[in-house]
């Protein structure tokens, strides 16, 4: 229905074993984000001090390099594989996680909650699992949902690069990248690629804007 690639491989199919790819690599890219981001910020909003100071700099550090660069050295160090590039894409997105994670718990750790919870002699672990954490999540799943929006464009840009998922396995970057060489007269190999990758992230996008 939507054509055939260079190779004769329909893409329809193609299209449709993508999306596995794409989301796979967005969710996993996400919770790897939000587990390192949350370990982050919350330890350096509860305790402050040179904890805070110290990861703080990290996530300065991390912020101060171009996220595509920084996925593209790492990439061509560590390999081509699903598994490394979303560790790799997950490890980037986490110093924004960090950030917003470490401000709610720099206001919540002094709440009448956190307060009497400290007061009861309650550790500091649990005070950050049970009680603050819970209260600072919110702006951590708007986070998510645009995260794996920008998951999904880096992994099909990279897989555009030829940098991405390794063929023969179907992604939309790949997909996307075969138009390259036939542009002029291929162009359903762009267009239909190109409109699941921009559907998929105007709408996550949307879910994120409605939670916010």
Known sequence: LLGTDDTGRDVLSRLIWGTRISMTVGFIAVGISIVIGVLMGAAAGFYRGWVDVVILRVIETMLCFPGLILILALIAFLGRD?????????????????RLVRGEFLRLREADFAVAARATGLGDLRIMLRHILPNALAPV????????????????????????????????????????????????????????????????????????
Do not use: C, H
Not at 82 to 97: D, S
């Open 82 to 98: 699903i598994k490394i590039l979303m560790a790799v894409i997950g490890v980037i997105g986490a110093p924004e996680v960090a």
């Open 141 to 212: 799943l708007v986070e998510a949902t645009f995260g794996v929006a920008g998951a999904i464009i880096a992994e099909s840009a990279l897989s555009f690069l030829g940098l991405g998922v390794p063929p023969p396995t179907a992604s939309w970057g790949e997909i996307l990248s075969q138009s390259k060489r036939y542009v002029d007269f291929a162009w359903w190999l762009v267009v239909f690629p190109g409109a699941a990758i921009f559907v998929t992230v105007t709408a996550f996008n949307l879910v994120g804007e409605g939670l916010r």
